[in-house]
């Protein structure tokens, strides 16, 4: 009875606030940027909560606390330290000034206008919706993974609800609404990790006892005594983790889209802080719980009926089940939800107006039926809309692991973006070339990889695969890789071509070195 009080609370709250927002909604800027008035706590808590959802406290943190136990804890510490505090300190003010110079809403049009291309708006457009899919899909999964533990609701009952409840805040209240819920969102997420990393230890006898039953685990791949050392028994793939996870938000458009919104040079500053001291506390809390699940679990208990495998994603909702007290239980309910669609707001708003804004409204233009607008924000709810359509039919396949869909859409979306937008900000050297090459590697790495490793069409060369000391048949794995290869090939790309329209790149970049300077 608590935790459906609390959930009814929590819904009644965030559609209150997009309500409220509505009217502040009548424009695009206003509907996707909040008029680039954000604060930094808000901005922040937005950075903070779009990065860490169901898929980290469900998905990744059981799954990796699992495979790699205390050691798990490194991810989250990498994404406070690479994915937060370095993010918002190398990126935060130049990608705030640059696209404020430029005058844009997303990234395909930062790279239709940074690099005098629109073939590169357009594909990148394209690669945005496609990709965020399979990360929306993936939030999707978590948190009815746990609805599904917590109330007993069935699996597809709860992700149809999760989307209707995020299609109208999100198409109510715009990005003003999503930074409001992110706030209180992540106030709720600090308090709750923090008391779940309580329970867990108090139940395992504290930590040293926890850790003592962490060491006498073993099995085929997991040595005694490996799972509560420093590195534990897989260091070389758990880089690979810390890579991907980290330095990917750096190329991912709902991320980076954050940086546009914030007002000033002080603000990013302080929202650097912020956003790490969040990042340590909640996704450091989240993985540190998540190696210790193997203590409140076994493999045969969270196995598959249909395939006798673990199912990594039951491993966190099993272990709330046993570790927390129902009055907490319900508030951890609240706090995953809240994060989640803190996320799910921050994809959608994203995918939505990239569609709108740099494919359809361009070809409405060309046609002679340029829209006002109110017409663009009504498009782009439509758009919202059938996002949120698409994702729920790729959730609705429960043998699909969160970290498997989640991997393809970073890797896909931070191979092909990551290097192009970072140096871009940086050179004005960086060539056109040089950015359709990183599309393509980033994208074809991650479909290539997918087909071979993903969708079980070679099972022999999977399994040959997995055996490598660098497991290369991880979709986490090939993302970091095409991330890297993005990061080699742009400048390598960008010494043997050249601009075809340099000087119209030098007059964006010349006004944009000037209003760095003085922002």
Known sequence: MVMWITLIVYVCVMLGIGFYC???????????????SIGPWMTAFAYGTSYFSAVVFIGYAGQFGWNYGLAATWIGIGNAIIGSLLAWAVLGNRTRVMTKHLNVSTMPEYFEKRYVSRGLK??????????????????????????????????????????????????????MATAINDFIQGIIMLGGIAAVVVCVLSNQGGISSALL???????????????????????????????????????????????????????????????????????GGSYFIGGFGRLFTTAGEIASPETGKPVFDMIMPTLLNKAVPELLFGIVVVLVLSASMSTLSS??????????????????????????EKKKVFIMRIFIAAFILLSVIIALNKNTYITTLMSISWGALAGAFLAPFLYGLFSRKVTKTACWVSFISGVGITVVSMFLFNLGFFPELTKAAASLPLNLASPINWGAIAMIAGLVLVPLVSLFTKNKKQAQIDEVYDGYKKELKTR
Not at 22 to 36: D, I, Q
Not at 138 to 167: K, P, W
């Open 347 to 372: 994809l959608v708003l994203t995918s939505s107006s990239t569609l709108t804004i740099d494919m359809i409204l361009p070809f409405m233009k060309k046609r002679g039926k340029e829209a006002g």
């Open 213 to 283: 039953g962490l060491g006498q685990i073993s099995d085929a791949g997991v040595p005694q005594n490996t799972l509560n050392t420093l590195f534990g028994p897989d260091p070389i793939n758990l880089f690979g983790v810390v890579i991907l996870t980290s330095l990917g938000t750096w190329g991912l458009p709902q991320m980076v889209h954050k940086f546009y919104a914030i007002k000033d040079k002080p603000a990013i500053r302080r929202g650097a802080v912020i956003s790490t001291i969040f990042a340590l506390v909640v996704a």
């Open 122 to 175: 357009l594909s990148s457009a394209l690669i945005v919706f496609v990709f965020l899919i399979p990360y929306t899909a993936s939030v999707y999964n978590g948190l009815s993974r746990l609805f599904e533990q917590a109330f007993h609701i069935d699996y597809s009952i709860c992700i149809v609800v999760m989307a209707v409840l995020t299609a109208v805040y999100v198409i109510l209240g715009g990005y």
């Open 22 to 36: 509505r009217r502040k909604t009548n424009s695009v800027s206003e509907f996707v940027l909040g008029g680039r």
